[in-house]
């Protein structure tokens, strides 16, 4: 029986999959996973029976992945599950960024009692207006499963987009839309765009890159969207160009007291992925995750560990999360070989500082020969599937 613990709530259509030999829920204890959403694991105790941890989303900056790494915790997210929900989201903001949409239904909310109220709204109507996107130039950075979307969504809405990320995958290139330009560096979107979105981790490189220096690349009046985290941003700084019109609008989906009434700022709580659809794709696919790992012992979509998979073909299956050194697989060899145990398939692979490996036979792995295993320089884990 697999213990998993609910951080959060999931969605039904991913805890689903979890059968009989699975137990989950929110105060169970010892668990050996743990499945959640934006719950924070910073300050959480693992026990040495956690095996896995899932991310039902994209950002993993609410769990200690480092820390994670060093106990052999295998964590998972589910890339781009949620991607299409904060999309749709993005487009809604940047009209709302554009438009005076929230400003003048709050002042139609006014009108309440007012007798004439159709000539008033008429009249007041002015104080409204805002520019179309059409043939704007929109900045996109990170241009992952999120920012393709959002730069192919805003092309075809008429935009000029342009966008950065010197990392992006082979995949997101072959998604991005051709008429996207290639910006040469960030600073290129802060001076040349009118509307700008961040679609970037939270990594200790891209914290507080949006500051007072940032914004004083930007065009007067700019548009800034941040639907990636607040931590991307340094709020006094953000006040500051916000109060002095440098920019016109900031939109966020993360809440920070000092944003609570302040004029051209709209903050949402956090909803990029909350849609039904989002939470059912994400639930699904952490779970699977989950069970092809806790099942078979192969891994798919970790963010710090490599992509292993093997089918099953042998009675017994070692998992083993390592170091990243010489030497481990011959040390490993050599005790299989001492005590006439065959290997009938292996698999290693390393991501950095760490690696995993997969070793399967027929033969009966005694316990000693595991505790032996375990107690090998630079083996952190080893866990035997039957
Ligand atoms: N508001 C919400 O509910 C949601 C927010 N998010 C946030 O959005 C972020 C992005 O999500 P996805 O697009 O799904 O992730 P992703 O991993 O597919 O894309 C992130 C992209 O950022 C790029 N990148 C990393 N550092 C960069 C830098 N310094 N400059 C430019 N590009 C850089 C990467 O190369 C990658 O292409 C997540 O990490 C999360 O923080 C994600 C989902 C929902
Ligand atoms: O699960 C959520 O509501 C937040 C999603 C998110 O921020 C992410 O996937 O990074």
Redesign the pocket.
């Known amino acids: 029986m697999y213990k998993v613990k609910l951080m959060n709530k999931i969605s039904s259509e991913g805890l689903d999959y979890f059968n009989e030999d699975y137990e989950y829920g929110e105060t169970l204890e010892n668990e050996d996973a743990i499945l959640l959403r934006s719950a924070s694991l910073h300050e959480y105790e693992f026990t040495n029976n956690v095996k896995a941890i899932a991310r039902a989303?994209?950002?993993?900056?609410n769990i200690p992945v480092e820390k994670c790494s060093e106990k052999g915790i295998v964590v998972f997210n589910t890339?781009?599950a949620?991607?299409n929900?904060?999309k749709e989201?993005v487009l809604c903001a940047l009209f709302l960024s554009s438009r005076k949409i929230v400003e003048s239904i709050e002042w139609v909310n006014t009108l309440k009692d007012d007798e004439n109220i159709g000539k008033t709204a008429e009249k007041g109507k002015s104080n409204f207006v805002g520019p179309e996107i059409e043939g704007k130039k929109l900045g996109v950075?990170?241009?992952?499963?999120?920012?393709?979307l959002v730069a192919n969504a805003a092309n075809k809405l008429g935009m000029e987009v342009y966008g950065?990320?010197?990392?992006?995958?082979v995949n997101?290139a072959w998604a991005l839309s051709k008429h996207v330009r290639k910006a040469k560096d960030?600073d290129e979107i802060f001076k040349t765009c009118d509307y700008i979105t961040v679609?970037?981790?939270?990594?200790k490189?891209?914290k507080g890159?949006l500051n007072k220096e940032k914004f004083a690349l930007m065009k007067d009046g700019a548009r800034l969207l941040n639907?990636?985290?607040g931590d991307l941003v340094v709020n006094e700084d953000l006040l500051e160009a916000v109060e002095t019109g440098k920019l016109s609008k900031y939109i966020t989906?993360?809440a920070a007291q000092e944003f609570i009434g302040k004029d051209n700022i709209i903050v949402l709580p956090?909803?990029?992925?909350?849609t039904p659809e989002s939470e059912d794709n994400c639930a699904r696919m952490a779970v699977q995750e989950l069970k092809d790992f806790l099942e078979n012992g192969n891994i798919k979509n970790s963010v710090n560990f490599p992509a292993v998979n093997q089918p099953r073909e042998s009675k017994v299956r070692l998992c083993i999360t390592n170091k990243n050194m010489p030497n481990i697989l011959a040390r490993i060899s050599k005790l299989f070989a001492d005590h006439n145990l065959n290997i009938e398939n292996m698999v290693n692979r390393s991501r950095g500082d760490y690696a995993y490996t997969l070793i399967d036979t027929n033969d009966d792995v005694r316990q000693d020969i595991i505790e032996r295993i375990e107690a090998a320089e630079g083996i952190i884990n080893v866990r035997v599937i039957k």
Do not use: E, K, Q, W
């Not at 950075?141 to 393709?148: E, N, Q, R, S």
């Open positions: 989303g994209a950002g993993v900056n890339p781009g949620n991607a929900a904060v989201l950075i990170g241009l992952g499963a999120i920012g393709v950065y990320d010197p990392f992006m995958s997101s960030m679609h970037v981790p939270s990594t490189d891209t890159m639907f990636a985290r989906d993360f956090h909803l990029g992925a909350s």
